[in-house]
């Protein structure tokens, strides 16, 4: 393919010297006898020779488009590496699209790239010009792969734009409502927001963004940490579709002032009531311990404290880090039957089998800390808090530790010795923070470098600095270059970046001597502890992720490991 594509373009439907037929014999890919065949029939049925021979299954439709490609001069496009331009899609119609197998790729100032399985219909190229005003630029594609390419493309645009016309023809001659507190479940608005779950599920979006603007609605998907644009709509459809939304969270739909946290969160904008929806998806969140991303070093130390019959796991990390997908793929290890697990957490996010969870409900008087207590009269083995926030939970959590329960929660720290500090600041003794807490593991998330489209480059000089700088030593880097594989951002997924902290009985003297940050850091670091950014270095090093993403991510604890 690569030759091919080296070749040049030439004037749009301009054929080389040779004919299709001789191509085609030079190839290797027809015999004298077939050729002569498929001629004939061409006559007969006054087709192109092409769809004559993939019709009797005589050539492959790839190889075909291999030589139609040199035949033509037109370069072929490979629709794992090319972005579909939204803008050129709202050119062409999709049925007009499913109609000729074409699909409009990009729009560069007036000239429109259309994927095509026949360059040479110059009638066809003439017609689009008028339809869209532009000046076409073919480019030869697969008919299997466009056709694939046109669902793909129109799935969401199409869909969303049938009920937009809907709902907005329903509003004529009526005022735009403000709510919706009655609908059926054929009306436009309903079908919208199916239409945006279904698309953000597709895309592996973990949250979606629905934001009012001044003249519009936009709606992002998150999408491996980072947010991406995914459709925009009329404004006249925030109210509505806000308030579908929060009927299927079971949150008041009247009360439009005042933030709501189900399992989906509102609050009001200046433009209106903006939303936000957590996908959860069960197969991808529960995981094991093992396919996190720790090192084997850091694996064997963290599951050696999940191991404990009782003491106090912390994990911590800002908001974002997957600080409980870790403590799921814990608690998933310690599922047995003959323990009883139980835990507090806000919200349940997934279930578990076997397991004891309750949910936080605050209407109802169910706080973490006065469910840890009843917790604690229900004789559990192992607990699970989902966030200490507050100086109560954090004593009954200690007290729980020390009294022979094994506990895992996390707290919002900026890594793993800041989390132990942190527990010193809410007004916890030294000595109870040394005898209670087992561990501690600070994380962060980077995107993984897509597979698909993995390739040397040369970081720019400020990411070199930085990497010099925590201590790297490399000299060959990766990064995607954006594929259909990864929605062409070159990440696909995430992988955690770890520090885990034992609390050895030297930690434990410096502690209750009441050390200084720094000195715990730095005995930590003596006894192994490999910190965030190092763990960080080693992702770069093995190909796994780009130092931008490490300098996102992990920076924050540049300064604490100098």
Known sequence: MSAVERQPEGRFGLRQEKRLGELLL??????PQQLEDALA????????????????????EKALAAVLSVHFNVPQIDFTR???????????????????????????????????????????????????????????????EIDRAITQSYKLRTGVDQNVRSFQESLQPKPVPRRLQDVKQDAPVVQIVDLIIAQAAEERASDIHIEPQQDHLRVRFRIDGVLHDATRLPATLAAPISSRVKLLANLDIVDRRHSQDGQIQTIETIWGEKVVLRLLERSR???????????????????????????????????????????????NELNSVAQNIMTIEDPVEYTFEGVNQIQINRLAGITFANGLRAILRQDPDAILVGEIRDKETAE????????????????????????????LEMGIESFMVSSAVSG??????????????????????????????????????????????????GFYGR??????????????????????PEALRQRATTE????????????????LTTIAEVMRSVHLSEDMDA
Do not use: W
């Open 26 to 31: 030079e190839n290797g890919l027809l015999t």
């Open 41 to 60: 029939s061409q006559r007969r049925q006054h087709r192109p020779l092409g769809q004559v021979l993939l019709a009797q299954g005589m050539v492959d």
């Open 82 to 144: 090319s972005r579909i331009d939204k803008d050129a899609l709202a050119l062409i119609p999709e049925a007009y699209a499913r109609e000729h197998t074409i699909l409009p790729i990009r729009l560069e100032k007036d000239v429109l790239e259309v994927a095509t399985v026949d360059p040479g219909d110059l009638a066809l190229l003439a017609e689009l010009k008028v339809l869209t005003r532009k000046r076409i630029k073919p480019l030869l594609g697969v008919r299997s």
């Open 285 to 331: 969140s529960i995981l094991r311990l093992d396919t996190l991303g720790f090192s084997p070093a850091a694996l064997q130390t963290f599951r050696g404290l999940v191991k404990s019959p009782y003491g106090m796991i912390l994990v911590t990390g800002p908001t974002g880090s997957g600080k409980t997908t870790t403590l799921y793929a814990a608690l």
């Open 396 to 423: 009954i959590s200690v007290q729980s530790a020390l009294t022979g329960h094994f506990v895992l929660s996390s707290l919002h720290a900026t890594d793993a010795v800041g989390a132990i500090y942190r527990f």
């Open 440 to 489: 501690v593991l600070a994380q962060r998330l980077v995107r993984r470098i897509c597979p698909e489209c993995a390739t040397a480059y040369e970081p720019p000089p400020e990411e070199r600095e930085f990497y010099r700088q925590v201590g790297g030593h490399g000299m060959l880097f990766q990064r995607g270059t954006g594929c259909a594989f990864c929605a062409h951002t």
């Open 495 to 516: 992988i955690g970046v770890f520090e885990v902290l034992r609390m050895s009985d030297a930690i434990k003297r410096l502690l209750i001597r009441d050390a200084p």
């Open 528 to 543: 192994g502890m490999t910190t965030l950014r190092s763990a960080g270095l080693s992702k770069i090093d093995e190909g």
